[in-house]
Nanobody, 126 residues
Framework: QVQLVESGGGLVQAGDSLRLSCAAS????????MGWFRQAPGQEREFVAQ????????DYTTSVNGRFTISRDNGKNTLYLQMNSLKPEDTAVYLC???????????????????WGQGTQVTVSS
C-alpha cells in the first residue's frame, strides 16, 4: 500500500533552519505531484507548497515564499522541504501529500490529494 513517511521535524529557535523529508513507497513516485501542508492546533490544515512530478514547477503560499524551498529526488522517492528563517507562526505539524499528476495547475485544496503522511512536528520558539 501507499506510504508517505515524514521526518526531520523538531524544536528550533526563530531564525533557524530545518529540512523535512517525505519518503514515499507503494506508488510510482515520479508520476505524482507532491505537496506539503501544515496544521496548527485548533486550526484547519493549510497549503504550504507543491511541486510537479518532474520537479520543474513549484508553488508556495505567500507566507513562506522566499523562505521555504520544495524539492524532490525521484531516484530516491523522496520529497523535501527546506525551511529557512523560521518564525514562531510556522509552528505546526507538517504533512506531505500526493496526487496523480495531470496537467500542472495550482491545486492547493486538501481534497485534491489522494495520499497523506502522518506528519512531523515543527516547533519554533521565539
Amino acid at each position: 500500500q501507499v506510504q508517505l513517511v515524514e521526518s526531520g521535524g523538531g524544536l528550533v529557535q526563530a531564525g533557524d533552519s530545518l529540512r523535512l523529508s517525505c519518503a514515499a513507497s507503494g506508488l510510482s513516485f515520479s508520476n505524482y505531484d507532491m505537496g506539503w501542508f501544515r496544521q496548527a492546533p485548533g486550526q484547519e490544515r493549510e497549503f504550504v507548497a507543491q511541486i510537479s512530478a518532474s520537479g520543474g514547477n513549484t508553488d508556495y503560499t505567500t507566507s513562506v515564499n522566499g523562505r521555504f524551498t520544495i524539492s524532490r529526488d525521484n531516484g530516491k522517492n523522496t520529497l523535501y522541504l527546506q525551511m529557512n528563517s523560521l518564525k514562531p507562526e510556522d509552528t505546526a505539524v507538517y504533512l506531505c501529500a500526493a496526487r496523480w499528476s495531470t496537467t500542472w495547475s495550482l491545486r492547493r485544496r486538501t481534497n485534491e490529494y489522494a495520499y497523506w503522511g502522518q506528519g512531523t512536528q515543527v516547533t519554533v520558539s521565539s
